[in-house]
């Protein structure tokens, strides 16, 4: 992955951050000068469209950035928080994390073989995909638990980093990490250059996304929050001290579990959040409350030619996969939530196409 | 608090680390000049006396961070790691965080009248200290589950800065945040101008220590891992969302759990360490063990004229606060950790000290 996405994503996306960075800090700093919103457009944003979503972060950087205004905000009071599955990558047909749980049930079960003929180890290991269609959530989650735990954390870190590598998404036969949409990849670089500290609150899993988390979005593992379990301290046979992935579940980062992770590991109400899906409700309810100038935006998957397009809001398809439901909708426009169009907000989804 | 810590800690000790901080910054920038430690130490740590403790904690800035060392740590990776409770600052005779505790319990009697007649919540009334020094553990989590948990996390954070701005510490009649030690403020300084980022790791609660952290220690509430319950997330009468602090116990941030808390709240193994007792064992143990150059120091309270003395380690006399064990103090002899002498070390322990 160092090499690949190294190469694949940054050049391409510095090349736009450089010109949008540079042009963003200089329309905002000093404080004195606010900008025409025109003359920011211009710069920041490159693959966005101007349109609502664009206009609303465009206003919502400048109110809480120029000094002059009576919504700014203290630098260090500057979080904004980002869902990851179907928010800064794509989740379709299914979140990457339950792909790379898939691909590891095989490897576990070599290990132990006993697993073989034990469900749902057993109807994973047939490739029928009609039958692992239908797994229950709790066989997910004997699966999820069989792979994500057990073993060292230095073990796990190394089987992600391999993965990730080498892994294709079977639509654009590229690695996972090349499936994050350059128009949130700019946005966070937006902001950080307006100095917003990025965070991702996933409900994917939180040592899975800090594995890559700094490569792919700039964002350092201490910036990861998700579902997470305890590890155990221990030492090795030569006395050396290790920490194992227990299956306790400490933080379900879902729901709910967004803002009470927020809380335990930040320590502060966001400014802005980001989301997709009925998971990050919660979340944006929360940054919403705050006091002051908050930024709340929900990503619509509505482009099933140049992405996915699922719902069920809108009339969009049904999905079990980052959900959108038509109550989520109609909240977010009750409470002054900006939904962002896929289709018609995002000149561009992804940085390797032309 | 806002105004009393602000204005006595923080003058004086900005202008030690003004000097301190671009000094550092001069000496250590460039990366192709690596300074003579005598001209380090010039203008450094002003309250420290030259010896092993000062000389370890330049040295290890010194290889981590000048560009042409061998053991040069890249800047993202740089992470340094506090406890707090005997090792930023006073916690003889009782930690801080129990002081507030046991402060706050005519309070929750007043709001929970049938509690009056209960122990540990009588004994804790009555004002007897030979009988309030005798309760358990036991009574003592009961005090810190009502004083600590069931309010709503706003309300809490209230009640802790009220109490924080108007307490006084026994003996020196100050607020408790006046009694930081100051050779650790220019530590933490140090290191921040050397370009590591400074948490507080501690077996003190999370939610407490992060309502005064950024302003006596500069560290920002997400920098502080601690002992943390969960919350809750639910809605007001209006409708309005905020978060109520269970008494589920998430982390328990003293021995294995420093590690544990480290892996979940930051997810890099810190390149320094410092403690004071054996509850900073593994955090001290993992850090160590990190490939490259890593600092682990204790310090050591032999100093009862200035402060406290306190051990067993070394003669000095035993106490079940801040417990530092021969065994502790034989572990550091033995693995290479620096052992800070209150005594000889440090010139000046507190700030408002002339």
């Known amino acids: ?77 500057r979080i904004a928080t980002f869902d990851q599955d179907g928010t800064l990558w794509v989740e379709h047909p299914m979140y990457t994390q339950v792909v790379y749980c898939f691909d590891r049930v095989p490897v576990v079960v070599k290990e132990k073989p006993e697993l073989a003929n034990v469900e749902p180890f057993k109807t994973v290991l047939s490739g029928n995909r009609e039958a692992i269609a239908k797994l229950s959530m709790d066989d997910l989650f004997k699966i999820l638990a069989a792979t994500l735990t057990g073993m060292s954390v230095d073990d796990f870190e190394a089987e992600v980093r391999q993965w990730i590598d080498t892994a294709r998404d079977p639509r654009w ?11 949130m990849i700019e946005l966070l670089n937006y902001l950080r250059t307006n100095g917003y500290k990025t965070y991702i609150v996933t409900g994917g899993g939180q040592d899975f996304v800090r594995e890559y988390s700094d490569k792919v979005y700039s964002i350092p593992p201490e910036q990861v929050v998700g579902t997470a379990s305890g590890t155990t301290y221990g030492y090795d046979k030569q006395g050396r001290p290790f920490l194992t992935k227990d299956p306790k579940l400490l933080l379900n980062d879902n729901n709910a579990g967004k803002p009470e992770g927020i809380h335990l590991m930040i320590g502060r109400t966001p400014y802005a959040a980001f989301g997709n899906s009925t998971g990050d409700r919660q979340m944006l309810e929360y940054t919403k409350a705050g006091e002051g100038e908050r930024l709340a935006m929900l990503l619509l998957h509505d482009d099933a030619k140049r992405e996915y397009a699922y719902g069920p809001a809108q009339g969009l398809p049904d999905t079990k996969v980052g959900t959108f439901t038509q109550a989520l909708y109609d909240e977010a426009k009750s409470k002054g939530w900006t939904v962002i169009s896929m289709k018609n907000d995002w000149i561009r989804i992804f940085a390797f196409e032309q």
């Open 173 to 183: 036969k590229r690695p996972y990490t090349d499936l994050t949409y350059l128009p």
């Open 1 to 77: 992955m160092k090499k690949r996405s190294g190469q694949g994503l940054s050049r391409r996306q510095l090349l736009r951050i450089g010109l949008s960075g540079a042009a963003a800090t200089f329309l905002t700093r000093g404080g004195e000068f606010a900008p025409p919103l025109q003359a920011q457009q211009q710069d920041t944003l490159p693959s966005w469209n101007d349109g609502v979503a664009k206009r609303a972060i465009l206003n919502f950087v400048r109110v809480t950035t120029v000094a002059s205004s009576p919504k700014f905000v203290q630098p260090k009071q």
